[in-house]
């Protein structure tokens, strides 16, 4: 014969068989407070069972449809928790070394955008250095050293001579324009390109635009006779065309038309 009662939220009493029986389990979430009359205990809930921290005995835990309490049950429920551990270390560990990655790559691509940004704002002051004090320089040579300059950088250093700045005793003006060379800062041949076109702008202001449009199709003719343009010609005339102002057009039949702007 059994008779119970609720006498309060979770806390119910009962008579069996003449014997009194006292129940409370109290709390939200897993852990829970537990009340009898033995004494007051706290119990967890777990994936497979539930721990009794006060009582283990009372512990037990269920696998494959087998249930098992007291010492097996918190061996059970300890080798679930190292392997939660494990996977836990494993997942913050993978994150950690994701998020150095992460780290590592935006810092190399900062630094590297840094000092291409340096690299190139020293590059332009190089170039802008080397342009001034050459066309500073070239502002009072007489056109027919400033012709004979461009002739010889195009036709000599354009055919690689660039690779040998050795003097020259017997031409003045090649062991002048070989000193501006070597003194520069400038890689070749970008060194070469800068000084052509000071050259052909200093020429242009002294000798006039039709003396320089004529001496720049005297350089392209006298390079196609000599088995065609090398692409260091192809960049010195280049050079040329912007420091003087013309436009090189395509025609229909794939050459070059130059025109002064």
């Known amino acids: 014969m059994r008779a119970s009662t609720r006498v309060a ?3 119910q009493v009962a008579f069996q068989n003449g014997r009194f029986i006292l129940r409370g389990r109290y709390g939200q979430g897993p852990t829970k407070l537990n009340l009898s009359k033995s004494g007051v205990s706290v119990s967890s809930k777990t994936e497979i069972g ?5 009582k283990p005995r009372y512990s037990s835990a269920k696998i494959g449809g087998i249930q098992v309490r007291g010492k097996n049950a918190l ?3 300890a080798l679930l928790a190292v392997i939660q551990l494990l996977v836990a270390c494993t997942l913050i560990a993978v994150q950690a070394i994701v998020i150095s990655v992460q780290v590592v790559y935006w810092l190399t691509v900062t630094l590297t955008q840094r000092a291409q940004r340096v690299w190139a704002k020293r590059h332009a002051q190089a170039i802008q250095a080397a342009e001034t004090k050459w066309l500073e320089a070239f502002s009072t040579r007489e056109a027919i050293w400033l012709y ?8 000599h250093l354009g055919q690689g001579g660039i690779r040998e700045l050795r003097p020259n005793f017997k031409n003045q003006i090649a062991d002048e324009l070989i000193t501006y ?3 520069s800062s400038l890689p070749q041949p970008l060194n070469l390109e800068i ?4 050259l052909a702008e ?5 000798a006039g635009e039709e003396a320089c449009l004529e001496l720049f199709f005297d350089l392209d003719n006298a390079a196609v006779a000599s088995g065609g343009r090398n692409q260091l010609q192809e960049r010195l005339l280049a050079a040329y065309a912007a420091c003087c102002g013309i436009d090189l057009t395509d025609t229909h039949d794939g050459s070059e038309r130059a025109e002064s702007k």
Request: aromatic share 22%; net charge positive; with cysteine.
């Open 148 to 155: 004979e300059s461009l002739k010889w950088c195009f036709l």
């Open 181 to 183: 060379l070597a003194a």
């Open 195 to 198: 000084l052509f076109g000071c």
């Open 9 to 11: 939220k979770g806390t």
């Open 202 to 206: 200093s020429y242009e202001r002294t």
């Open 50 to 54: 539930t721990i009794n921290w006060f």
């Open 75 to 77: 061996y059970l429920h």
